[in-house]
């Protein structure tokens, strides 16, 4: 399993981007890059996912640079509600295979107004 | 559809007693997940399953045993409750197709006095 870091903490004001960065030095050819968001009392939530290059949906954007050996969530213009925690996961599941992802600690994002 | 159901939602067990955990989808998703979340920590994975009656084992299986006799259903069976044993469980769901985007319920709070 590729083993997943990333900071266990950032703060950042109302409106501002807020970008979180994932380090997965041995991520294996066919592994796939995906993050959560989970608040409290709740189950995580998927945000998104990718592969290689850049990725954008309606919430969040994910850069993953040619050596895939990092990636960053990009949150635009945060708001109070985006206060949670932020997992990166790096794993391959497919229909034929078994799975072991696991989900580190991961960041506690809050947003002050 | 209601996606991932969990039940109960709150429960307190003395050391030594059984439950068994409940976890129904109702996308038809062949993948099925149980994790638990100990206070300030992320998720491990205690079982999962590839379809009915397929199941094996996750980061930390002790003390749980699982069974899938049907698509919808995975229930998370414990034996000889311990305090240690005290945390948030979630179920999750996958379909079978590749990525790591997976499907959370709402979670059940476990305490073991």
């Known amino acids: 399993l590729a083993k997943t870091t990333q900071p266990i903490s950032m703060d950042s004001y109302e409106g501002q981007e807020v970008n979180i960065t994932c380090s997965h030095n041995?991520?294996?050819?066919?592994?796939?890059i995906t993050w959560y968001q989970q608040f409290p009392s709740q189950g995580p939530r998927f945000i998104i996912q990718g592969y290689k290059t850049k990725v954008t949906n309606e919430v969040a954007s994910l850069f993953i640079p040619a050596d895939r050996k990092s990636s960053t969530l990009s949150l635009p213009r945060v708001s109070l509600s985006d206060t949670a925690v932020y997992y990166c996961l790096v794993g391959y599941m497919n229909s034929g295979g078994y799975q072991k992802v696991t989900f580190g600690i991961g960041t506690k994002l809050q947003v002050i107004p | 559809n209601a996606g991932v159901t969990q039940t109960p939602k709150f429960r307190i067990l003395k050391i030594g007693q059984s439950m068994t955990l409940q976890c129904t989808q109702d996308m038809n998703h062949n993948y099925m997940y149980w994790y638990r979340q100990d206070p300030g920590m992320g998720l491990k994975l205690i079982y999962y399953?590839?379809?009915?009656?397929?199941?094996d084992k996750g980061e930390v299986p002790n003390g749980y045993n699982v069974s899938r006799s049907t698509t919808e259903d995975f229930p998370l069976r414990l034996e000889l409750a311990a305090p240690s044993q005290t945390s948030v469980y979630f179920c999750?769901?996958?379909?079978?197709?590749?990525?790591?985007?997976?499907?959370f319920g709402p979670g059940t709070r476990l305490t073991v006095l």
């Open positions: 399953s590839v379809g009915a009656g397929i199941t």
């Open positions: 999750a769901s996958r379909p079978g197709t590749s990525g790591n985007e997976q499907f």
């Open positions: 041995n991520i294996a050819t066919n592994d796939y």
